[in-house]
């Protein structure tokens, strides 16, 4: 019971997070062809930017919690130094992308890295944050929310 209650909001939030993703696909699939098709494609944009920060900002926030404690216990065998160097870089690092793609890739093509580079912030997270159990459950939704994600922005690009 203890683990469900853990999981509950992030479970709920996480899901609801596709829906902006796959929504906004569908009726740009819906729209195909008009400028509301091009203006639903700049949200799903515009959200997927955020998204890709906010996953940042867990790396981020899991090295300000270790680095209050007087030894951290579970850094994936990593000294606190290099787990907190390592997390707080990683921790920009997707912000700083999603800002390169938003601000300088061709239009056409923005969609289409911004899903690459969710991929990459996937597969950082499998490698930095797998071998530490406490973060099971969160890898295991993350996986799901980013194909959903991918899936929508994808198909967003298709018919933008």
Known sequence: MAQALKTHWMNILGYAGLIPFLGLAALTGIYTGTETAEQLAYYNLIYALCIISFLGAVH??????????EQATYLAGLDQAE????????????????????????????????????????????????????????????????FGAILGLLVTACFA
Not at 60 to 69: D, E, H, K
Not at 114 to 123: F, H, S
Not at 130 to 144: E, I, N, V
């Open 83 to 146: 787990f907190e160097t390592r997390s707080f870089i990683w921790g920009v690092t997707p912000s700083l992308l999603a800002w390169l793609v938003g601000a300088f890739s061709p239009p056409q093509f923005t969609l289409w890295i911004l899903a690459l580079v969710l991929g990459l912030v996937w597969l950082v997270d499998q490698r930095f944050l797998k071998p530490m159990k406490a973060f099971d459950a969160y890898l295991r939704l993350r996986s799901h929310l980013t």
């Open 60 to 69: 981020w926030g899991l090295a300000i919690s270790l680095s209050s404690q």
